[in-house]
Each structure stands twice: as structure tokens, then as C-alpha cells.
């Protein structure tokens, strides 16, 4: 029996359904937002990369979902999931994907770039780990401008073999600063298996060793993100310093939305498939006496708000020329301004 079902089963009268319920909601939502985000590059609507999270909605939901509307994230290139459930805007961030008029950064950004700064997103990142520190500097500029505010960053598990996670987390246990720093590990490192490229015992061991207090859950069960994580926020309102989240996940597509994933086992896969959070969560609610036309409804209203949000993103004007220019720095002729 899963965690969800022992609760739900045994204590369903103390399951708080409405809340879990709308988490149910943001979970179909990032699923149907994804999907149809892979169907866009089929009718090259996006030229590029998509790097979808499907199979992981419960990182995203059970953490966003958390947070204070003017509370700081920043994420990955795997981010759509963690920005919709921040609270941004569906159809601006379908617009820019498709590189249109009104998308969150003016169809600048796409979708390894994605920001909204209105709900507190500073933006995913196409440089593994390279939100750590941007993370440290963004929670010490909160602490410096005496804010209550909290930061919190997502990064997968290959980032913990890259710089940045040493950096920033020293940076941020040594100034005390409230990050809270979240592992979403789905085993893969693009096309390798982390594992067999990570010494030791992986990403809570080594937050450990820095003194950060470290909490590792099944990234595929809701109620263990979901607590997990208002514990580490209530650990960093109360200025107990920077915590650190290891959320185990998995990922049901290749690194992007073309990579057929040969190199992945079948048997791990299925075994993952079985676990899908999106079902758990379903289970847990129908034991807890939700009733199967709510759940149903869930799936069904994501799907048909996204199918609506997909056709305006694709019918929405591409922007102003003129647009490319702005919020570009204009430092002048470096030659002119040498020689003059």
C-alpha cells in the first residue's frame, strides 16, 4: 500500500480534500499544458528544444503550490510545470513558446527561458545548476533588504555534479540565507544514469555536509512533497537558515520531447508508469470519498483549457519587429568610443 493510500484508507476523514483535490487540478493542468507543448513542435510551432516533466507534476504542484505569490523561484529547463503552478498565466506562456505577442518575456525566452517576474518566477535556466547561485544571490538580496520573502530553486540531479551546487549552497549556509534548495531527481542526467556518475550517496548527503538540513521524500507521492516542503518553508520563515529538499522522481519521456529514450530500461520505466503521481493522487482522493465525476472533471476541464490555450497561442500575432530591441543594453561602439 502507498503512503497515499494508507492515509486516505485509514484516515480519510483527516485527508483535507479540497485542498488536495485543487492540487489534483494543477497536476492535470501541468500535464495537459506539456503534452500539448509536445504536439507544437509536430506542427513547428516551436522550432527548438521542449524538455518535458510529465511524470513529475507532484515536484512541481506539491512544491509551488506552497509558496507566497511574491515569493522568488527559479528553475529548469524542464520548468514549465514549476512556473504554472507558481500562478503564471497558461496562454502567456504557451505565447512564448510559440514565440508570440503576450508571451511572459515578449517571445524572447521560449521555453528553456521561461520567466515571470508578476508572479515571482525569475525564470528556468538552459545551464544546469546555473540557478543555484542566482538562487543564493537573489535569497541574499532579500536578507540585505530585510524582506520575509523566501527563495526557492529547483534543479535536477545531474546539477549536483556541476560548481554551482557547492557554491551556492556554501554561499548560502555561510550567510544564513533563506533558499530553499530542491533536488528533483528523475535518475537521468540528459541520456545517463546519474548514478553511475555520482560518487557517494548522492544529494541529501551532501547538502548534509554543508549543514544544511536535509529531507528526502517520493517525489511521486503528493502528501510527502507537500509536507516536506511546508516544513522547510516554516523552517526558513523562522530564520533557521537554508534547508534542502530530495524529491525521487522520474521522468516518462526522453530529455526532450524528440529523444525516443532508447537508452532507458523498459522493466524501470513500466516500474515508474505504475507510480504515476496524477493516478496516486486520484486513488487517494476516491478512498478519502471523492467522487468519480469530480476526478474525472479535473482531467477533462485541464484538457480543454489547454486545447483553448494551445488554439489562441497558435492564432496570436507574432510580436513587433521594433520588440527585438528592447531591453537590449546599448553600450556603444566600443572602437568610437576607444579611439575618440
Same mark, same amino acid.
Given at each position: ?6 492515509? /486516505? ?12 483535490? !485543487? ?6 493542468? +501541468? ?33 509551488? @503550490?506552497?509558496?507566497?505569490? !511574491? ?33 511572459? @518575456? ?25 540557478? +543555484?547561485? +542566482?538562487?543564493?544571490? *537573489?535569497?541574499? !538580496? ?17 546539477? +549536483? ?17 533563506? &533558499?530553499?534548495? &530542491? @533536488? ?14 555520482? *560518487? ?37 520563515? *523562522? ?27 523498459? !522493466? ?15 486513488? /487517494? ?27 489562441? /497561442? ?27
Amino acid at each position: 500500500m502507498t503512503t497515499l493510500q494508507a492515509v /486516505a484508507g485509514e484516515a480519510g476523514a483527516n485527508l483535507d480534500t479540497d485542498r488536495f483535490t !485543487a492540487m489534483l487540478d494543477m497536476m492535470w493542468r +501541468i500535464r495537459a499544458f506539456e503534452e500539448l507543448a509536445v504536439r507544437s513542435l509536430d506542427e513547428k510551432l516551436v522550432l527548438g528544444a521542449i524538455h518535458p516533466s510529465i511524470g513529475q507534476e507532484a515536484c512541481a504542484a506539491g512544491i509551488c @503550490c506552497n509558496m507566497e505569490r !511574491a515569493d522568488l523561484l527559479l528553475s529548469t529547463h524542464r520548468g514549465h510545470g514549476h512556473t504554472l503552478a507558481k500562478g503564471a498565466d497558461a496562454l502567456a506562456m504557451m505565447r512564448e513558446l510559440f514565440g508570440r505577442d503576450g508571451g511572459t @518575456c515578449g517571445g524572447k525566452g521560449g521555453s528553456m527561458h521561461i520567466a515571470d517576474f508578476d508572479v515571482g518566477m525569475l525564470g528556468a535556466n538552459g545551464v544546469v545548476a546555473a540557478n +543555484i547561485t +542566482i538562487a543564493a544571490g *537573489a535569497a541574499h !538580496a532579500l536578507k540585505l533588504r530585510g524582506e520575509k520573502r523566501v527563495v526557492v530553486c529547483i534543479f535536477g540531479d545531474g546539477a +549536483i555534479n556541476r560548481g554551482p551546487f557547492l557554491e551556492g549552497l556554501n554561499w548560502a549556509k555561510v550567510f544564513d540565507l533563506p &533558499v530553499l534548495f &530542491v @533536488c528533483e531527481d528523475n535518475n537521468f542526467s540528459a541520456t545517463t544514469h546519474t548514478g553511475v556518475m555520482t *560518487a557517494g550517496p548522492g544529494a541529501a548527503a551532501r547538502a548534509q555536509s554543508l549543514g544544511l538540513p536535509a529531507r528526502s521524500v517520493d517525489g511521486n507521492d503528493i502528501l510527502a512533497v507537500d509536507a516536506a516542503t511546508r516544513t522547510a518553508l516554516a523552517a526558513l520563515h *523562522a530564520g533557521e537558515g537554508p534547508q534542502f529538499l530530495h524529491c525521487k522522481t522520474y521522468r516518462m519521456t526522453g530529455h526532450t520531447a524528440v529523444d525516443p529514450a532508447g537508452y532507458r530500461d523498459q !522493466a524501470e520505466v513500466e516500474s515508474w508508469r505504475e507510480r504515476d503521481p496524477i493516478a496516486r493522487l486520484g486513488e /487517494a482522493l476516491r478512498l478519502a470519498g471523492v467522487s468519480a465525476a469530480r476526478l474525472e472533471e479535473a482531467r477533462t476541464k485541464a484538457y480543454a483549457e489547454m486545447e483553448e490555450v494551445y488554439a489562441t /497561442a497558435r492564432d496570436t500575432a507574432w510580436p513587433d519587429v521594433a520588440g527585438a530591441y528592447r531591453d537590449v543594453q546599448d553600450c556603444g561602439d566600443p572602437q568610437v568610443r576607444a579611439f575618440s
